[in-house]
């Protein structure tokens, strides 16, 4: 079986901040794990991925998360926020090297202030 | 090239109308799914379609809901009868096979059941 737990539901960073949602999964396989992100009336993009090649995966718009298999966890990171960064942000798990559906976090809202 | 689009954007039914759903995926893909994110709830597996066949129902809530993929092109999520609890965001998203699990999202449908 597969799970993820996201911690926040909500997080407020000041804009220039760092960013970091924390990212908890658990998996009876290698996993893929995903960071998904949901803009207003916008559908899900696809961040970053892991898939076992490196733990420390770059993705867009100067996100990175790093996979510790220790600690279970996925966290998200950008070293500086941007007024643009306000999102919903979704972590994700899936089988490794499967076509099979992606098992969420029930997501983290991103709110930058000013 | 054309993401995955979905039709319609929004649909308000009444309790025990039908609705149909539709999802084009992107051209190529094989890999469609269909996901639903009831309000404040987790993004959820529906079903996954491999070209035309089912590969995986194992999300479908109940027997009112009936997923079709003719030809293995676009595909439809019909409910009949609707009723509340079927009220949320259903989100279509597709893949290459054995492309890494990498799920392209449409921007889902808002389904309001009242």
């Known amino acids: 079986a597969q799970s993820v737990t996201q911690l926040g539901s909500h997080v407020s960073v000041s804009e220039g901040a760092l960013v970091l949602l924390r990212c908890n999964y658990s998996s009876s396989v290698p996993p893929y794990l995903f960071w998904y992100v949901q803009y207003p009336n916008q559908g899900l993009q696809l961040l970053l991925k892991y898939t076992s090649a490196a733990t420390l995966v770059k993705g867009i718009n100067g996100f990175e998360a790093e996979f510790k298999k220790s600690e279970t966890s996925f966290h998200l990171t950008k070293p500086s926020a941007h007024m643009s960064d306000a999102a919903e942000y979704f972590c994700a798990v899936s089988k490794l090297y499967r076509d099979d559906k992606i098992i969420f976090g029930k997501g983290t809202r991103l709110h930058i202030l000013p | 090239e054309a993401g995955v689009t979905q039709f319609p954007s929004h649909s308000v039914i009444e309790k025990g109308q039908t609705v149909t759903l539709r999802c084009d995926p992107i051209s190529g893909h094989d890999n469609l799914y269909w996901y639903r994110r009831v309000m404040g709830k987790e993004i959820k597996f529906l079903l996954h379609f491999v070209k035309e066949s089912k590969q995986d129902e194992s999300g479908m809530p109940n027997n009112r809901f009936l997923a079709e993929r003719t030809g293995g092109t676009y595909s439809t999520l019909k409910v009949q009868p609707a009723e509340l609890e079927d009220s949320g965001v259903y989100f279509c998203?597709?893949?290459?096979?054995?492309?890494?699990?990498?799920?392209?999202f449409g921007p889902g449908t808002r389904l309001t059941v009242t």
């Open positions: 998203a597709s893949s290459q096979l054995s492309g890494g699990n990498e799920q392209y």
